[in-house]
Each structure stands twice: as C-alpha cells, then as structure tokens.
C-alpha cells in the first residue's frame, strides 16, 4: 500500500515524502482511514511501529478547517512522560509542516509563564502530561469544553506510573461529543476497562511488535569483578565503535558517579535521570541525538521510549534488577533495521538477575572477555543484596517523573473543590510495575510459552522506607528534591 491510497491531502502527502516515508507501517495503514472518518480507535500498539503518525498524520488533516479559540485547544493529546510528549510533538511539527496548525507542549518542569501564553494565542494540538495539563486546567488557564479529539497514547504506561486517576479526570472535564484514539501497548484488564469507559464503538487495532530488537542487537555479557567494572567499561568504549552510546546503571545517584568518572576519564558522556531539571533533561537529550554527546548515562526511567536514531552501542553498566528492563535497554539500539551491539557487565553477585534475564529472553547472553581483565564466574545462587534497597529508589524515580507537577502544586492557588488529594502512583516502591512485563519490545521474545501474566499486587501508597530516606543526600539533586520527599508536608496542608 502507499500513503497516497490512504486518503490524505497532498500538503500532508508531501510532509510525508519530506520526512523520507515511503510505505506506511501496518498501524498506519489500518488505524488512518478510520480516524480520517471519525470513528473512535482502540490500538494495541507499541512504539516502533510508527503509530504516532498513524493518529497525527489524519488529525493534521481533520483540523486544518478550523481555528483555535484563546485557551481552548482542539484536540489534545496525553502522554505518560515529558520524553514521548516531547517526542510527539515533533512529529507533529514535521508533519504538520505545510499546515498552519498550532501545537503546545505541556509538560512538567517547563515555565509556566510560556505554556499559558501559547494557551492564550489559541491551540490547535496540544500535547500534554496529565500533571501539568490538570495544574493548568485548576488554574483557570485553560478550558477543555473544545476538544473535539482526544489521544490517550501508551495507556499501559499511565497505569504503570500511577496516573489513571488523573487521566479519568481530565476526561470528565472534554465533551461527551469527541472522538477518542487509544493506544496501549497490551491490554491488561484495568486498561480495557478504561477503554470501554473512554470510547465509543471503537475500530480494535492490533499490531505485531515491530522486528524484534533481539534479531538485530548482538548481545554480549562480562562478567567481572565490581571494582573493575568502570576500567571495563572504558575497554569497550575504546576497543568498540561506538558511535554513540547509551550506558544504564540501576541508580540515579550512580548515573551521576559514572558520568564524572567517564568525563574525568577524558570521554564525551552527559547523564540524564528524573532528578535533573527539565530543562536540563531535554537539552541533554537533543545535544545526544544531534551527536554533540557521545555517551549518554542513563537510569531507566528518563530513557524509557526514547527513539534515538541509530544508536550504535548500549551498556548495562549494572545488571538490571527487572529481567523486562533488560530488554527495554537494548532496545534502543538495533532499531529502524540497523545492527546494534548491547554489552552487560555482571559482577559475580548478579548470578540470579542474570539468570531471569536469560529466562526471560529464552537464550543465554553469549559471553565476552577482555584481555587484560580477569574475568570472573556468575554465582548462581546469588542476588545483590541491595536489591530491594534500589527497587525503592527505582519506585522513587518513577513518581518523580510526576514530582516536578507536585513541586508546582505546592505553589499553586488552593483548589476550589474539596476533592481529596490526587494518588500517589499506585504500584509499589520496588514492586515490579505491572506494565514493564508486557512492555512493547518484551513481546518480541520467546518468553517462557503460555506464561501466564501475573497482575499486580495493589497496595495503598505509603512512605518511602526508612532506609531510602537515611540514603546520604545525592549530589545533583540541587534544589530539585524529589516530590515524595516533601510529599507528607504537603498532604497535610491540603487536608
Ligand atoms: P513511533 O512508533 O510512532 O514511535 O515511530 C517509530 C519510528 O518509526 C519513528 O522514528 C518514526 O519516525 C518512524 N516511522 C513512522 N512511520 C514510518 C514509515 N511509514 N516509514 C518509515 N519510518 C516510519
């Protein structure tokens, strides 16, 4: 099929030709047609099959009749991370090149004062977290009684990071009369029954994972001793070609260790993680995608679904405690046909995560040694110990990927209603959140056959275990303290 059978106009069919697409992917073919028509769309699609265009491509072409009133956007567009918002309304700007269609991009850590201005010249697409996106909607700075589209994007994701309920809210306040799209990578039940609450007679989509990163990512493990992991590491750097690089460690506070130890090595590496200020985070992301950055050091959370173009090279600086974010890393290499090479470096403690990665994929990670560096034998028997120390601090950095809208709700007018205080994210620290296990690129390997999906254990909120609050303070946390540190202030003045 081509895209000009799909019944675009030809500014959008030229966009198209711009961006270098010449076939549509299987979502697009299926999911355009009955957008363009109206119809409401229940996607199970991952990223990587090119579903942003397959909803962006006939909203640029549904709204080009039509102008944004002051503060009323006309379509909108939930995304569970700055990142893929971020991600999505540059696709829109591409494609939307030969309209005059107007976008804004709502995310946590960005000036308000910006946000609201480009609310009040009128907004054709807006592109939104739900945090922010609710902050401004209680602020009076924005009205939702004109949106006529809705996307609700990576909705398996939503759940993962505890933002339902604000998502459920933010759809109580748009027009019964609209038409939704929504996407989830899987549809685990909680996830359906939102469906069934949001769309009306939808168009089921499904697509199949895109090539399996596994197919294309030559995986390697080295096996070492702790102390001599970072040594190994620059041995790689050196010895490979790496063009660019992302390395992932399991801590943030680690992320930043690494990252001056590479650079006082003499190596081109920035890091990235959801304790850095936003702006910070989205300059350090465009300065590694246009290339000025060579490595980039990363926790899972702030790479997660990052689309990086040709990313050659992925370290595992640390076994990740989660098999699923195993493959979530080495996805973001070997992507859009290429080859890419993943290495993990494993100290003899690692034996059990190692062994549930290996289960997970269905295949033993070849082994790699380096001259020069003594290489040393899993212990099978053995889990890193700080395991569940970590698994909080990972639980920690995934609410605060909402902290910054917390950070600003402390500043914000007093609400009008008496409603309660919004949840927390509802998985718990150190839990396996339960949408990792389905995630989009887990898919794409044998898994163990008819595995059956374990839901998540739900569990009401509570603090941060004591050890995690007595961990020393990070350096770089700045004046950025995550939200849940200050969380039980806050509550208390809300009540
Ligand atoms: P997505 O699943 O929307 O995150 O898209 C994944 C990647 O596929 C992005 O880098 C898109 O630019 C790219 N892409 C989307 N549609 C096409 C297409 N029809 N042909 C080639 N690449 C595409």
Redesign the pocket.
Known sequence: MNFNELGLSPELLQAITD???????PI?EQAIPVVTQGRDVLGCAQ???????SFALPMIDKLAAGRARARMPRSLILEPTRELAT?VEA?FERYGKHHRLSTALLIGGESFGDQERKLDRGVDVLIATPGRLLDLFERGKILLSDVRILVIDEADRMLDMGFIPDVERIVGFLPRTRQTLFFSATMPPEIRRLADAFLKDPVGISVAPPASPAALVEQSLIVVAPEDKRDTLRHLIASEDVKNALIFCNRKRDVDILQRSLSRHGLDAAALHGDMPQPKRTETLERFKNNEIRLLVASDVAARGL?I?GLSHVFCFDVPYHAEDYVHRIGRTGR?GRQGRSFMLASPEDGKNVAAIERLIGRAIPPFAIDGIAAAALDAEASDGRRSRRGEHRGAERRHERSPRNAEQRDRRPRRDNRPPRQEPRHEPGQQPHNETHDAEVLTFPGPAGAPVAEPRRRPPREPAPDHRSEPRVVGFGDDLPAFLRRAPRVAAEA
């Open positions: 961006t270098g697409y010449t076939t549509p992917t697009q990223t990587g099959t090119g579903k942003t265009a991600q696709s689309d173009q859009a």
